[in-house]
Each structure stands twice: as structure tokens, then as C-alpha cells.
């Protein structure tokens, strides 16, 4: 079994054709063929359904046979990639904020994760903050990066940012407003009941979305204003009022409040920001690791 072989074997899963294949990597159709047959004798497997008469298609066999070799070829680069980081003296410090009621999920862990293992010479430093705070750090240069929910950074000026993943909104609920346990509630069965915001020139984002969400639900309620993040959060657990906040916000483990699954609340945008000045060269890897 050669390099070449798999290749081959890739490429026409690719194309879908032996003929576009052979084109693709420069070789005669009868030539890629040989090593696909040579490849399927030493494995002792037929890879492709040779009857299709438009398309190439992988037998059963070879679907297995091809994602294992795609796994393998994936560890492979992985391996290849941080030798070269680790030969070309690849390194640096991120310096990198996370919203300080947010608990890291097993997505985001991930992506720390493998991104530490991939450029293992990269200081990965990571804080915490309220929005204002990441955002303003991150466009004075404190941080080269924040990731904070995707609400709170439309619309800011002298920023980027891209969305890594959606995550689940809930109708956080203090249980003394609840009437029934396994009763299936709507944002509007709370149309009487005390909701929080926080005041605009804290978070503008927060204090729009919540007052378009109960408008589309059909009504208007009481908004009892915080402060700021810290006494947004306090309140809820206090059992001030209702809010709005994905599935990773520590109130939500609270035991004072229950998490609700409403229909008129979309997953929220959960957003890495940063700007375009930044010069820190191994931000650039991070940038690259995301596809940015």
C-alpha cells in the first residue's frame, strides 16, 4: 500500500469519477485504475461499484475503508502540522476573554483544547470580564480576542467578530413564579410577571433583545432594570424577575430559578471578536486554526 494508492483513492471519492480523477492528478485513466485495483487486491476489498454508469460510487465496504483512511490521514496531518510549529519555533501568548457568567462548554473546551495541542508553543491566556469590559480591552489592544455572545457585539463599531456556534436560549424562571412543575410554558403565560433588563449604556444588545422578544410574544411587561451585569444576574437569583440567557450562563444552575424551553427564543450567536490592528503574530495561528 503506497502514499500514491490513497491518494488516488481519495481523489476519486472526491470527483466522483476515475476519469476526473486521473485528470485531476495528472496520470493516464488506465494508470489510476491499476493502483485502485492494486490497492483493492492487497486489501482484499472491492472499494468501488464499478456498474454505475454516471457516478463512481464507494461500495460498502469502501465507505469504511474510506473514512478510516480519512481519520488516519486527518491524525496524520495533525502530527505533521505540529512538527513543523514546533521546527519553525512557533510560539507566543494569546491573550484571550471570556464573559465572567459564562461557564466554558464542552464545545468551546474543544476548541481550546486542540488548538493548545496542535501549537503547543502558544500560551493560550485566558480571562474574564463583563461585555463592555472584553469588548473595550479587546479594541484597546488588552486582549487579542473575546468570545461573548453574538447579541452583544452587533452593531459596535472598529470590531470583527464570527459566529463559532449557536447555543440554546432559555427563559430563566424564579421558581415562586411557576404554578405548575411539568406545566409546558410560553413566553407569554408570563405576560404579568416582572422581567429584567439592564440599563442600555451597559448592555444595549440585552436590553433590545428582551423587549423584541416579549413584543412578538404579543405583550409588554414591567422591566425591572439592573445596573450592570453583576446586579442583572443577583437579581435573578433573588427571584426579582424573569430573564432571558443561554444555556451556559452560571444562573442557570442555580437552584432559585428554572430553565425553560420557550418557542419564541432562537439559539444565540456565540461569537469570537476581534480587530483587524492586531498585530500579535501568533493570533494569527488561532485565526488560522478557525478558518478566519
Known amino acids: 500500500m503506497t502514499t500514491e494508492q490513497i491518494q488516488c483513492f481519495f481523489k476519486i471519492v472526491e470527483t466522483g469519477s476515475f476519469t476526473a480523477a486521473a485528470e485531476a492528478m495528472y496520470m493516464t485513466q488506465a494508470?489510476?485504475?491499476k493502483k485502485i485495483i492494486a490497492l483493492e487486491h492487497e486489501l482484499?476489498?472491492?472499494?468501488?461499484?464499478r456498474n454505475k454508469s454516471k457516478h463512481t460510487e464507494l461500495t460498502e465496504?469502501?465507505?469504511?475503508v474510506y473514512e478510516g483512511f480519512l481519520d488516519i490521514q486527518n491524525r496524520i496531518d495533525k502530527v505533521i502540522e505540529k512538527a513543523q510549529n514546533m521546527a519553525s519555533g512557533i510560539s507566543g501568548t494569546i491573550r484571550m476573554g471570556i464573559f465572567e457568567n459564562q461557564i466554558i462548554d464542552e464545545y468551546l473546551q474543544e476548541i481550546l483544547n486542540d488548538f493548545a495541542k496542535r501549537y503547543s508553543n502558544i500560551e493560550l491566556f485566558v480571562t474574564t470580564g463583563s461585555f463592555n469590559?472584553?469588548?473595550e480591552d479587546v479594541q484597546k489592544g488588552k486582549l487579542d480576542c473575546a468570545v461573548t455572545l453574538g447579541y452583544d457585539v452587533m452593531g459596535r463599531s472598529h470590531i470583527r467578530h464570527k459566529t463559532l456556534y449557536h447555543l440554546k436560549t432559555y427563559l430563566v424562571v424564579?421558581?415562586?413564579f411557576l404554578d405548575d412543575s411539568w406545566k409546558v410554558y410560553e413566553l407569554k403565560d408570563f405576560k404579568d410577571k416582572p422581567f429584567?433588563?439592564?440599563k442600555a449604556d451597559q448592555n444595549i444588545f440585552q436590553d433590545k433583545m428582551i423587549r423584541a422578544q416579549t413584543e412578538r410574544a404579543g405583550f409588554t411587561p414591567k422591566f425591572i432594570t439592573a445596573t450592570d451585569e453583576k446586579n442583572f444576574m443577583m437579581l435573578l437569583e433573588m427571584g426579582r424577575g424573569i430573564a432571558c440567557l443561554d444555556a451556559y450562563s452560571k444562573c442557570c444552575k442555580s437552584p432559585n430559578v428554572r430553565c425553560l424551553s420557550v418557542p419564541e427564543l432562537e439559539p444565540c450567536p456565540f461569537d469570537i471578536v476581534w480587530v483587524?490592528?492586531?498585530?500579535?503574530?501568533a493570533f494569527k495561528y488561532l485565526m488560522k486554526y478557525l478558518n478566519i
Not at 61 to 64: D, L, N, R, V
Not at 276 to 281: F, I, K, L, R, V
Open 174 to 176: 424564579p421558581n415562586e
Open 31 to 33: 494508470s489510476l485504475s
Open 61 to 64: 465496504a469502501g465507505k469504511i
Open 276 to 281: 483587524d490592528e492586531n498585530t500579535n503574530p
Open 133 to 135: 469590559e472584553l469588548i
Open 196 to 198: 429584567l433588563t439592564i
Open 44 to 49: 482484499s476489498v472491492t472499494l468501488f461499484d
